[in-house]
């Protein structure tokens, strides 16, 4: 089914692992962003990606690490998990361009850092 | 100060009323604006695009004032099921396609 899709929704890990939340879209869309959104506040960037191979720092990057190998996939890594790193973390993919840079967002994965 | 600004509310109105949130934006350079709509912590879904002065789309209007650096949404005959938080998004697609969005603003349609 077309989409953006991320793995898993949930997620328990205790502090100090290392977890990497999974993004995939099927539109081919050029850019990515991964969001965090804390109980009661608003989204608030992470990263995001222009392309394959281009990524960039958003508002809140430390502890976190991406990558994007493909254009339909881009992976968010907790290094080493902090529980103030708990929360829900939405992905989300757009073109660029008038008309066409509608941001859509997957579903969220819903991380608990114990 | 914030890129984009919202009044949280709640906004508390009864079925079948009109309710209006206004934004306002920091950047002038922006060139996108959209409404987004969310339940409850899960996914934010487009509501409308502003892409011109303004936008219809059945119950939900949307206007933009460039020369004041605001973005209004008009929701008219309010139903049990508009109870949402409705999110104000700005980009700026020459600014490394940077969007921006507000904290909310949160509506509840009582019976």
């Known amino acids: 089914d077309a989409g953006i899709t991320q793995s898993p929704r949930y997620k328990i890990t205790e502090t100090g692992r290392q977890v990497t939340l999974m993004c995939h879209q099927t539109w081919s869309h050029s850019y990515m962003f991964w969001y965090r959104q804390d109980l009661g506040h608003g989204l608030r960037l992470i990263y995001y990606?222009?392309?394959?191979?281009?990524?960039d720092k958003g508002e809140v990057p430390d502890g976190y690490v991406v990558s994007r190998s493909k254009t339909e996939n881009f992976p968010l890594t907790l290094e080493s998990a902090t529980r103030s790193q708990t929360s829900v973390y939405f992905c989300?993919?757009?073109?660029?361009?008038?008309?066409?840079?509608?941001?859509?967002f997957g579903p969220g994965t819903r991380l608990t850092v114990l | 100060r914030k890129e984009v600004e919202q009044d949280p509310g709640p906004f508390n109105v009864p079925e079948g009323a009109t309710v209006a949130f206004n934004c306002t934006y920091s950047n002038s350079a922006s060139q996108s604006f959209f409404w987004y709509r969310q339940d409850c912590r899960k996914e934010p879904k487009l509501l409308m695009s502003v892409y011109s002065s303004g936008n219809e789309d059945g119950r939900f209007t949307a206007q933009l004032n460039r020369a004041s650096q605001y973005i209004s949404l008009l929701i008219r005959d309010s139903k049990l099921s508009d109870s949402a938080t409705y999110l104000c998004?700005?980009?700026?697609?020459?600014?490394?396609?940077?969007?921006?969005f507000g904290s909310g603003t949160k509506l509840n349609v009582k019976p």
């Open positions: 998004v700005v980009n700026d697609r020459y600014n490394f396609n940077k969007f921006y």
């Open positions: 989300a993919s757009s073109e660029w361009g008038l008309d066409t840079d509608t941001q859509y």
């Open positions: 990606s222009a392309a394959a191979d281009i990524t």
